[in-house]
């Protein structure tokens, strides 16, 4: 067997991962770089050429890990979950003013093995703040291997991690993400001892708006937590009020709830005619309407930069936010990008206070131990981080490599 990491052994996002066997050549994951990392433009054989991989497949919906899914090439199967595919489309046309994927994909699902040649491929959904992500099992060649995509263990699913882990039981190779390698952090808090955090610094308020990941599902079942214990209603933007209605019912939503309100920021309304977006606010018109006198009361709302005139307006124009906070919940290197500087200098303009309560999507210390000690690996390679050689606090076999480097077993 042969591991190659084309990318991702210095950096975070924009990671591939190649695995070879006797018989197969496999991609994992193919997304755009974070801002300010070079492109990786063109892979022979897998965007121009002629086609030398037997498959691509995706852990999860983020855009650092299926943004660049269409440069793949026609003959290429490409295997992701047909949940993540419909939330990613729906995130890329509000975001990007685009349709739907143009390629075809291959379904996967949770703990239901498929081959490609001689790999046998099993996906195990894990805790991370995309909804619907993989490890993935590759075994091939009397090798195992675990790939463990994006994960964690201290969200509301993360109490599965132990349990999945034990299932897969030895492994000869773990190839492992190291996002909070570069952090001091040991352990993360938990979504539930966020919540704690989010009610006692926002209690007081009247208003309260959740600057987050729209495809963050555990952040939505926070935001609900708060406002129940806080006595606010809960207002959806329109992008999330429809990925609500695809992964869940168990969460309210204004599809399920009359006390949930449904957000149409204006650069969406004005677009609101266009074929494209009328497929997705259609069915929330009659709530859209409702939640004008929602905004007069007590509430909580998620947010995003691109509602920054929205909100301007709200507070200016429509003597609404009066007493409002914003609770930032997302990466904080986010902030040094200009239209997060933008949006935080506007609050301060506006005397809207700001408040960093997050907690990562990514594995703590706590998880990279549960992760080694009951997969026993006998070589770990970590990609997608900053500090690659952190690894080495956590096991003695760790295998530094070089994006390019190949490893062989």
Same mark, same amino acid.
């Given at each position: 067997?042969?591991? !190659? ?5 210095? @950096? ?37 050429g002629t086609p030398s991989y037997d498959g691509v497949i995706i852990t999860h919906n983020h855009q650092d890990h299926m943004g660049r899914i269409d440069d793949i090439l026609d003959d290429i199967p490409v295997y992701m979950s047909d949940l993540s595919r419909r939330i990613f489309e729906m995130v890329f046309c509000f975001s990007k003013n685009k349709g739907k994927i143009k390629r075809k994909t291959i379904n996967i699902e949770d703990r239901k093995t498929f081959t490609i040649k001689d790999m046998k491929i099993t996906p195990f959904i894990v805790d991370h703040s995309a909804y619907n992500s993989f490890m993935l099992l590759i075994e091939a060649n009397g090798k195992r291997i675990l790939h463990t995509g994006d994960f964690r263990n201290h969200g509301y699913?993360? /109490?599965? #991690?132990?349990?999945? #882990? ?14 909070? &390698?570069?952090? $001091? @952090? ?11 955090? /989010? ?19 555990? !952040?939505?079942?926070?935001? @609900? ?29 204004? #599809? ?18 266009? $074929?494209?977006?009328? @497929?997705?606010?259609?069915? &929330? ?14 509430? /909580? ?11 301007? !307006? ?26 997060? !500087? ?7 303009? #506006? ?59």
């Amino acid at each position: 067997m042969q591991v !190659r990491i084309l990318k991702g052994t210095n @950096q975070i996002g924009g990671v591939f991962t190649e695995i070879i066997s006797k018989e197969a050549k496999i991609i994992i994951d193919f997304g755009d770089d974070l801002d300010g990392v070079k492109r990786l433009e063109n892979i022979e054989g897998l965007t121009i050429g002629t086609p030398s991989y037997d498959g691509v497949i995706i852990t999860h919906n983020h855009q650092d890990h299926m943004g660049r899914i269409d440069d793949i090439l026609d003959d290429i199967p490409v295997y992701m979950s047909d949940l993540s595919r419909r939330i990613f489309e729906m995130v890329f046309c509000f975001s990007k003013n685009k349709g739907k994927i143009k390629r075809k994909t291959i379904n996967i699902e949770d703990r239901k093995t498929f081959t490609i040649k001689d790999m046998k491929i099993t996906p195990f959904i894990v805790d991370h703040s995309a909804y619907n992500s993989f490890m993935l099992l590759i075994e091939a060649n009397g090798k195992r291997i675990l790939h463990t995509g994006d994960f964690r263990n201290h969200g509301y699913k993360g /109490i599965l #991690l132990e349990k999945t #882990l034990k299932e897969i039981g030895k492994i000869d190779l773990l190839i492992t993400e190291g996002t909070t &390698f570069s952090r $001091e @952090q040991i352990k993360s808090k938990s979504e539930t001892e966020l919540v704690d955090d /989010i009610v006692d610094k926002t209690k007081n308020y009247d208003e309260v708006l959740m600057l987050m990941s729209t495809t963050n599902i555990d !952040r939505v079942t926070t935001m @609900q937590k708060v406002a129940n214990r806080t006595g606010k209603k809960v207002i959806h933007d329109i992008v999330l009020s429809n990925i609500l209605q695809l992964v869940t019912q168990r969460i309210p939503n204004a #599809l399920n709830s009359k006390d949930v309100g449904v957000f149409l920021p204006t650069n969406y309304y004005i677009k609101k005619d266009k $074929e494209e977006y009328k @497929q997705y606010i259609e069915q &929330f018109q009659e709530r859209i309407n409702e939640t004008g006198k929602m905004l007069y009361g007590k509430f /909580i709302m998620n947010i995003r930069v691109s509602m920054l005139k929205d909100i301007e !307006r709200l507070k200016t124009k429509n003597n609404v936010l009066n007493n409002c906070c914003v609770v930032y919940s997302m990466w904080e290197g986010y902030k040094q990008e200009k239209m997060y !500087r933008k949006f935080l200098d506007k609050m301060k303009e #506006l005397k809207i206070d700001v408040f960093n309560l997050h907690v990562s999507g990514h594995a703590d210390c706590t998880a990279f131990n549960e992760l080694i000690n009951i997969t026993k690996p006998e070589a770990v390679i970590p990609i997608h981080t900053e500090n690659k050689e952190k690894i080495k606090s956590f096991t003695n076999k760790a295998v530094i490599l070089n994006d390019m480097e190949t490893y062989e077993f």
